[in-house]
């Protein structure tokens, strides 16, 4: 069986987490957030609706600071995930407050990090 890390369960990663959930692929699912009362509680509610439908998958989450680089590592390294997705970005809520005109006009020339795909 192989095992996928999902790192950010912001808006994207919390997507890919219950596309994967409710995929039909022998996976077990870790998912990763420097949030952990959040992250706890997506992975736990997207799991217990995928169980009222039938579908039981081995889910677990794990708290990752991606700015602390050695803890990372040692989480990456005890979860020995065969895929790491990273959705993580810094602060990409901070993209809400622009004018839709002013993100229209940014995405069109520039992605840097911190700043996802719109």
Do not use: H
Request: glycine share 6%.
């Amino acid at each position: 069986m192989k095992k996928v890390m999902i790192v950010g369960l912001g808006e994207l990663g919390s997507n890919v987490y219950q596309l994967l959930l409710n995929s039909g692929a022998p996976l077990k699912i870790v998912t990763a957030d420097v949030n952990e009362d959040t992250g706890i509680r997506k992975t736990n509610l997207m799991k217990y609706v995928a169980g009222q439908m039938g579908i039981d998958r081995e889910v677990e989450f794990v708290k990752v600071d991606l700015f602390n680089i050695d803890e990372t590592a040692s989480t990456i390294d005890i979860v020995d995930p065969d895929i790491i997705y990273s959705a993580a970005t810094l602060q990409s809520w901070l993209l809400r407050l622009f004018p839709k005109k002013f993100l229209t006009s940014l995405t069109k020339r520039v992605l840097v990090p911190g700043f996802p795909c719109i």
